[in-house]
């Protein structure tokens, strides 16, 4: 099914990331991209993405495309979960504090690349499967945001 992933960065190249809150039902607790979700019927993938970027993290700006991937992930929750997405994914420029929800963040953190390279060498399981996968391609992405 379809999924948009939001990638935000400063002006500095830091990454925005969030923590995803303990009570959501997949993935919980885990560090991730700034935003993600499913686009409702007939919405066009970039409404979907910002409308979850501002549901999430409490963050209005403009987002370009950046790629689209088709994944397979294990997740981790109470029950085996699969998901197999064609996920639409966008990148934007942000400067500020984001006021996140506090049912679906459970923390935030500007964190430069080198850096967030090192924690995903040496704590990979902190993050989320599709982070993992995204984020070399969305580094790359993030270099045009100049």
Do not use: I
């Amino acid at each position: 099914h379809r999924a948009v992933s939001v990638f935000l960065f400063d002006g500095e190249g830091r990454w925005l990331l969030q923590r995803r809150a303990d009570g959501k039902y997949h993935s919980p607790g885990l560090w991730s991209n700034t935003a993600c979700t499913h686009p409702r019927p007939g919405e066009a993938s970039v409404d979907a993405a910002s409308r979850r970027l501002d549901e999430e993290m409490g963050v209005r700006c403009a987002l370009r495309p950046a790629f689209a991937r088709v994944y397979r992930a294990e997740l981790v929750g109470p029950e085996p979960l699969v998901e197999h997405e064609f996920d639409n994914v966008f990148v934007g420029r942000f400067a500020g504090e984001p006021k996140p929800s506090a049912a679906e963040v459970s923390g935030w953190e500007w964190v430069d690349a080198d850096t967030l390279q090192a924690d995903l060498l040496a704590r990979p399981e902190r993050y989320t499967p599709w982070f993992r996968l995204f984020v070399e391609d969305a580094a790359r992405a993030s270099e045009a945001l100049s």
